[in-house]
């Protein structure tokens, strides 16, 4: 059964800190494998990746996909408050359909 | 764990013909489901926030007319689309969650091919 699995679910840090996020899958059929932050009303689109070791960033966030250990890892350096929020790892599929992660909330304190 | 189960995976219809995407919870209650559209360069967009028995809310820019969304019970809401036209071929996507404290369940999305 394909299954896209998140970790850790929950994570309280403090600003500064740098956190690292882990998505972990089983799917048929893999394209690509992607990120998104959770706030308020719609996901927001933060990496695609489809190529395994090839770091992508955007400011303090970066990510890279395993294709071997079948995992992404989402690390955010020098955390601020506005980083709080869910991050959702999905992975699309070559018929397009998609597999959301459960998300790992994550609550960075001032 | 929770579960969202979005039926059917992907449609195909005529246009001017309407299609009905379901969106069930199948182990939890779900007083709150979202509907959201894929765009070009995987961008989700918030389509509708549907509450169980009440009328959904739909965000700016998107027609209620268009897109009929129904709630009837914590388990089920439905996104119809009317009278579709090929520029509302997309993938349209459900969300649920229990309780304003729970995590958000996606389904896995529906891909609609209008011809």
């Known amino acids: 059964e394909d299954k896209v699995v998140q970790s850790p679910l929950s994570l309280v840090v403090h600003e500064g800190d740098t956190v690292t996020l882990n998505c972990s899958y089983e799917?048929?059929?893999?394209?690509?494998l992607l990120w998104y932050k959770q706030e308020k009303k719609a996901p927001t689109f933060l990496f695609m990746l489809?190529?395994?070791?090839i770091e992508k960033k955007s400011g303090r966030l970066s990510s890279i996909l395993d294709k071997k250990e079948l995992s992404s890892i989402l690390n955010i350096t020098a955390t601020q408050t506005g980083d709080s929020a869910i991050y959702l790892c999905?992975?699309?599929?070559?018929?397009?359909?998609?597999?959301f992660g459960a998300g790992t909330r994550l609550t960075v304190k001032p | 764990g929770a579960v969202v189960s979005q039926h059917p995976s992907w449609v195909i219809c005529k246009s001017g013909t309407s299609v009905k995407i379901e969106c069930r919870s199948l182990?939890?209650?779900?007083?709150?489901m979202f509907w959201y559209r894929q765009f070009p360069k995987q961008s989700l967009m918030l389509m509708a926030t549907?509450?169980?028995?009440?009328?959904?809310?739909?965000e700016q820019g998107v027609e209620k007319d268009k897109f009929l969304i129904n709630h009837a019970s914590l388990t089920l809401s439905t996104l119809t689309v009317t009278s579709a036209h090929p520029e509302d071929s997309s993938f349209y996507i459900c969300?649920?969650?229990?309780?304003?404290?729970?995590?958000?369940?996606f389904g896995n999305g529906t891909r609609l091919t209008v011809t």
């Open positions: 182990d939890f209650q779900a007083t709150t």
């Open positions: 549907s509450n169980e028995g009440s009328k959904a809310t739909y």
């Open positions: 969300s649920a969650m229990a309780d304003g404290y729970s995590p958000l369940h």
């Open positions: 999905a992975v699309e599929r070559d018929n397009n359909d998609m597999r």
């Open positions: 799917v048929t059929n893999f394209r690509s």
């Open positions: 489809t190529s395994s070791g």
